[in-house]
């Protein structure tokens, strides 16, 4: 077979098989809307490619030789499968189907982007999404190895070896958490002193949050020493719940817990931490349709008025 399609075009195997389907010439050529010599001509030239006769006329009666019998069966699941690829592809300009997979960080990922793919899912229902959640870390890994069209992240990576495009995403405010019978949680007014004096409850490092909490502590000349580190914002709220201490995290991830009086926002001085999430893909990433309605999703899609309903758990 090595070297065949290179002597049999898709546009032969029509001819054939409707020859074939038709039980000869005329009707084959009233099918296609071509000359009987036109497709007679087609075929002798599949017939001299392949070194072996493709139609025998017996009478008035055309017939598959054994050669052309077999081309025939084949040719029906090639053309299948190009008929199916062609549908396919007319759906995926149509953006009725095709797949998109995403990667956030642990914050954005659990309390922000399931309502932003659940839009975008609603305009465009025959498509898949796949949402990847980790790190800061995760994230830098899966974005490089190509393996996420998109990465949503809040720092940004020193000298990434694969060049980037960065699109402003969402603001992120990181607040002073700490629970509603903690002593600080009556006070007016708190100093980052004040609070790093506490047990400190921090998420691990490599995430972004660490990450903004530690830069903020070393800008104010102070030092972090977490007595309790978690990678999951959902154990840290409710070990700031239950006493354990006090925590720093994006007002997304306190939302529901704040609106339940589980845990209540301290008044830090320098806070909240404003921060923001970054769209990031790689530069030379080849946009399919697809690619290019997400973006304009989260440039003009109202997605943004569903966020602050954040889950409870992790």
Known sequence: MDGLAGRVTVHQLRLLTAVADNDGFTRAADALGLSQP??????????????LPLIEIIGRRVRLTQAGRLLYDHGKTILAAFDAAGSALDELRGL????????GDTTVGIYVLPDLLGGFRREHPGTQVRLDVGNRKHLYDRLMANDVDFAVTGRLWEDPPVPLVVRPFLPNELIAIAARGHRLARASSVTLAQLLREPFIGREIGSGTRETVEEAVREAGLSLRPFMELASNGAIKRAVAQELGVSVLSRYAAGLELTLGHVVE?????????????LVHARDKRMGPLDEAFLRFVQEGDWRASIGRPLSTD
């Open 96 to 103: 009725r189907s095709g797949s998109l997979t995403l990667a």
């Open 266 to 278: 301290l008044p830090v001085s320098g806070f909240p931490l404003r921060r923001r999430w970054h």
């Open 38 to 51: 036109a497709i007679s001509h087609q075929l002798k030239s599949l017939s001299d490619a392949l070194g």
